[in-house]
């Protein structure tokens, strides 16, 4: 899945924090977006997934010959045609297990009915070998328990991301606070995902060396605009995101 | 033995009441303040279509919960997209507006005059009271058992979620306000349900019984006996209204100079039981984690370490009346 953007601003109390006159994220599997902090990167993405209403513009999901416009419609819907995002900032439901986070993830809007209510039936087969599978390959300290520190907390928005079936990913930093083992586990996962044709995947980074490694495409954010778009070596050698960002 | 009737009525009225406030609040995190103003509602539209329109009780009673889908509906909308805080002042304002129409629009409610009498559904002379409390038995039974039911389902876990970190949850693709509007409309109306069938209850209606103290005391149980817990509602009203407005009121043998200073006793009593069990537990007695599984597994070793206490106490009540027997029986024989 690929997502349009065009004229997109949003302003905070009449001040300017993003401006995207035209961009496509999505065409080349797996992207990067980096920029320096408070260049609007987060903000980006809540404008993306609905999380944020937009000050001016238009964003657009393409889904094969399918167009959807994403103005009208509200954030679960947006989930729903497979766009999902991880959070830069923890979050969670501190009442839910580790595995109630996923069932949750996992678990399809339509089931959670009134009429479900009776059968008292919160999971099923399907998922809950899933659910096994990630939880044999991403340790926790209590996987029948609660996630306890910030890094299980953060790998949890993650997997609860990558268990919804997204088409489409946007991750938002999601290295900060995970240890380099784990990053890894992740990030090759999410390669692995991409290849197969899975879904698409947007990267917000400060671990350059991630973006550089993992990434076929990179766009460089700054001051809210979209300066520079090109593959890994044409950001590195290019004179303005040097200047801007790597500090050179 | 009709006063006793009388109370235990009211107090699975006051169950049921602070079942549904678990669902809106300790499941969603909707904090209705306005408990009182569904609960009048119904109460006083049945009373009206009654006593006024001559209607039946069961006709009063359909009518009566299309109104209060309706308003509860509508008033859902106009809510439940705001923060917590304004949740709590728009409900209590909702109340307040329920309690002022009762006292001003005096065509329909007879205003402090007074409103009755309203019959009794159940027309079998000598027991209306006894089936009418059997009746109410069977609902909050029902509701009791669909609650833990909902805790054990998607929807419910869904609902945790909802209150938990309801953007998240939206983002997960769940349509979050559909379900805090749909389980708003239904528990309230059924609080306004309970405020129907209060209506036979009480007989005769004054707008003074649409009081806050009656959203307080069912805001106190819940707490008291746990918000998120599936049976905290139950045990909270046992606590509160069951010991203190049954047992302590009604049974325990008070001077009549006393008399007068029990209610207020009994108010100083719920709020220090409040503090102690905030202070010591701020989840409630029943704390979420504590299994409904557990609960009733402790009651049945409660109950059969009971009973073997009391087979045993049997057994050597039978062995000394046995050594006795044959002690006698020597002595005759002598
Ligand atoms: N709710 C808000 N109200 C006012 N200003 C905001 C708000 N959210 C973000 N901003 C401002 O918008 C700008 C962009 O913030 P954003 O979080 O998108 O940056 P970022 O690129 O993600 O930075 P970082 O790398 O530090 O995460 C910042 O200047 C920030 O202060
Ligand atoms: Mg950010």
Redesign the interface.
Known sequence: MKLHMRDLTKAYHEHPVLNVAEATLGMHGLEGLIGPNGAGKSTLMGLLTRRIAATTGTVELEDGDARHPLNPIRSHQVANLGLVKTNQRIQGFESLTIRDNLRLAATAHANETYRGVLDQNQTNDAIEAEIDDYLSQFTFADPDGFAKSGGEKKLLDILRCLIFKPRMLLMDEPTAGLPDDVTAKVMDMVRAKVKSGEMTVVIVEHDLELIWNYCAYVHFLSEGEILFHGTPDDVKNNRVVAEKYMGV | MAYLIFSLSLMLIYIGLAQMLHVQFGLLGIPNFGVVGFWGLGMYAVGVMQVQLGMSFVDAMGLTVVLLVIASYFLGRLILRLERQAILCATIAFSAIIALLAVTEKWMTMGVVGLGTIRHPFRVLGLEEILFFLFLLALIVVMQI?IL??H???????M??T???E??????????FQ?KI?AFTLTATIMGVLGGLSAPLNQFLTPNMIVPSITFAVWISLVLGGK?HALGAMLGVFVTFGLFDILIETYAPVSPEFAVVVPNMKLFFYGALLVGVLVFRPTGILD?KIKPEDISAALSRGMSTGLAGAGRGMQSFAKVADEKLINRKKEDDQ
């Open positions: 669909l039911k909902l054990k389902s998607r929807l419910g876990r869904l945790v979620a209150r938990d970190n953007e998240l949850a939206a983002s997960l693709g769940k349509d979050t379900v749909v998120e979420r």
